[in-house]
């Protein structure tokens, strides 16, 4: 119950100490703004590939067949072909001139009697022309042209299997051929509509595929680590060692005086916060939330804001030079915020740190946080947060008693 008092004591007089500088708080919260700000617009820039170029291709029909000819208009209209592909049909003179003003990444030439030599059983012989200027596009469109061949390859070994019985059946040619001409063109939009060309595995990284979004969520993680350390410096350094000498004196552990400054920074960060991030809320339509998940990030915001505290409490404890402190705090923080992702998306990282980051309560943090607001998770894993915050916590009661008795 003393304790209590003691912490209750020592949180009216941080209160006290902060409302004192009613001038220079608010302008040291409102310079991480637009230092952060200023490093999301940068990043942003950056990454920023909304603007995705796309692959020209032009499709030459020297086979004047009516069969033929379908199968261009097919390809051209496709749109299973994947994304950042644009198919048109062109003359073989355009095809040069596309090629050698760079305008084209490649053009495909059906040759003369293709969809015949399909009937008669001869190997379809599609030339691609690549762009010399755009060696890796033409090996794409290389690579998704002959799956194309492989499809129609395949409604050729149809066509001729039908043909062989419809021969035996001693059926007249034009009958026949408009029956192969139909069976062709069901089968071949078979394959083009039953599933894509190219299979297409999608991974979202936010980073570039919504990056404004993304970094301004890394932005606000980034502000309110950077307040918690700003608001612990600034209660930290109107405590000099003559006080807490004194304090000692009258029985006042380090601990209550830590516990008392970690609860005053929690309450101003969380007024910050919650302010900060309805502001994204309202910027931004991808952040739409429901109150269950504004919960979960809520207690991610909190686990992190608790283990940050304890850390740069310890750090506080173990160094005994005020400067000292001060760069082992800013240099500790820099490595949180790096190592949780939100300055350097996980995804540029070597693949073998990832391990190594997954220690890390900034990481987990932030994971979480970006999970549930772009992800539209509806939950979280606590688990290695509350143990981080359970070990911290222990190591700070040891290390207090282990002063305490020092002191004595």
Same mark, same amino acid.
């Given at each position: ?27 040291? &919260? ?20 909304? #603007?995705? #170029? !796309?692959?020209?291709v032009g499709l030459v029909n020297l086979d004047q067949s009516e069969e ?10 496709? $749109? ?9 049909k062109i003359s073989e003179a355009e095809g040069q001139t596309g090629i ?18 399909? &009937? ?17 596009? $033409? ?42 001409? #139909?069976?062709f063109v069901d089968f071949f939009f078979y394959v083009l509509g039953s ?8 991974? !979202? ?43 000692? &004196? ?41 109150? #269950? ?11 992190? $804001? ?103």
């Amino acid at each position: 119950m003393h304790t209590l008092k003691l912490v209750n004591l020592f949180i009216k007089n941080n209160l006290l100490q902060l409302g004192r500088k009613w001038l220079s708080l608010p302008l040291l &919260l409102l310079s991480p703004i637009i230092l952060v700000s200023l490093l999301a617009w940068a990043i942003i820039s950056m990454v920023d590939t909304t #603007e995705q #170029e !796309t692959m020209e291709v032009g499709l030459v029909n020297l086979d004047q067949s009516e069969e033929t000819a379908l199968i261009v208009d097919l390809l051209a209209e496709s $749109s299973q072909l994947g994304e950042g592909l644009h198919m048109e049909k062109i003359s073989e003179a355009e095809g040069q001139t596309g090629i050698e003003a760079n305008q084209l990444s490649s053009y495909m030439v059906f040759p003369a009697d293709f969809f015949q030599g399909l &009937l008669n059983g001869k190997r379809s012989q599609v030339t691609i022309v690549g762009n010399p200027e755009q060696p890796l596009e $033409s090996q794409l469109i290389n690579e998704l042209m002959e799956t194309v061949t492989r499809h129609i390859r395949g409604s050729q070994a149809n066509i001729l299997t039908i043909n062989d019985y419809a021969k035996r059946l001693d059926m007249d040619n034009e009958a026949r051929n408009d029956m192969l001409f #139909e069976q062709f063109v069901d089968f071949f939009f078979y394959v083009l509509g039953s599933n894509q060309v190219v299979d297409e595995q999608t991974l !979202t990284n936010h980073a570039t595929a919504s990056p404004v979004t993304y970094f301004s969520l890394a932005g606000w993680f980034t502000l309110i680590t950077i307040w918690l350390f700003i608001l612990y410096t600034m209660l930290h350094r109107d405590n000099d060692e003559k006080m807490r000498t004194r304090m000692r &004196l009258y029985g006042v552990t380090d601990w209550q005086q830590a516990v008392a400054a970690m609860i005053v920074s929690i309450i101003i960060l969380a007024v910050l916060a919650v302010l900060t991030f309805a502001g994204l809320v309202y910027l931004f339509d991808d952040l739409d939330l429901t109150s #269950e998940n504004y919960g979960r990030i809520a207690i991610l915001t909190l686990l992190h $804001s608790s283990i940050f505290l304890q850390c740069l409490i310890l750090l506080d404890w173990l160094l005994k030079s005020q400067k000292l402190t001060l760069l082992v705090h800013t240099a500790f923080t820099g490595m949180v915020l790096l190592f949780s992702g939100a300055i350097i998306p996980e995804i540029y990282f070597p693949a073998y740190l990832e391990k190594v980051f997954s220690y890390s309560f900034g990481y987990q943090s932030f994971h979480w946080i970006e999970q549930i607001s772009l992800n539209g998770r509806f939950y979280a894993e606590y688990q290695p947060l509350v143990y981080m915050l359970v070990v911290s916590f222990v190591i700070s009661l040891i290390v207090s008693l282990g002063k305490g008795r020092a002191y004595k």
